[in-house]
């Protein structure tokens, strides 16, 4: 049986061969598993050995970006930066890595100008209500003009 909390996941990569258990793909698992028990310090050192093997994984740096959110109780936060911004440069088509780094350059960076590309970005991409909320709200709160 799967357990939804990651916790089964971690287990059967504690028998894996140390070999298995080193690769990029085991270590993207792992981290999913411990982002999903939301042990967030052992999910970014799993995701941030991922991407020292295998720096072309878009999805382990928009994972990265993501557990260095969930550590900062979910608000923005510089670390999320990079994996974000490597991710974009990977997988240029990935909306929720320009709606996360439009939430950062506004938010943490205070470049409005950005962070309304990236939005923009994210809703040519893949239109969603939140991505729409905001643009809107850095429009309106941002935007005076």
């Not at 720096?55 to 923005?76: D, I, M, R, T, V």
């Not at 470049?111 to 850095?138: G, M, Q, W």
Request: charged share 25%; net charge positive.
């Amino acid at each position: 049986m799967l357990v939804p909390d990651g916790a089964g996941a971690s287990a059967a990569l504690a028998e894996a061969t140390a070999a298995v258990r080193a690769s990029a793909a085991a270590l993207f698992a792992k981290g999913m598993a411990l982002y999903q028990q939301k042990k967030w310090s052992e999910a970014i050192a799993a995701f941030q050995n991922c991407v020292a093997r295998d720096p072309e994984n878009s999805k382990a740096w928009f994972a990265l970006g993501y557990a260095y959110h969930g550590q900062n109780g979910k608000k923005s936060c510089e670390a999320e930066f990079e994996p974000y911004t490597r991710c974009i440069a990977l997988d240029p088509t990935n909306a929720a890595a320009h709606n996360n780094l439009g939430n950062v350059l506004k938010n943490v960076r205070k470049d409005y100008d950005a962070a309304e590309k990236h939005y923009r970005k994210a809703i040519e991409l893949c239109p969603t209500a939140t991505r729409y909320n905001n643009l809107a709200t850095l429009l309106k709160d941002v935007r005076k003009d």
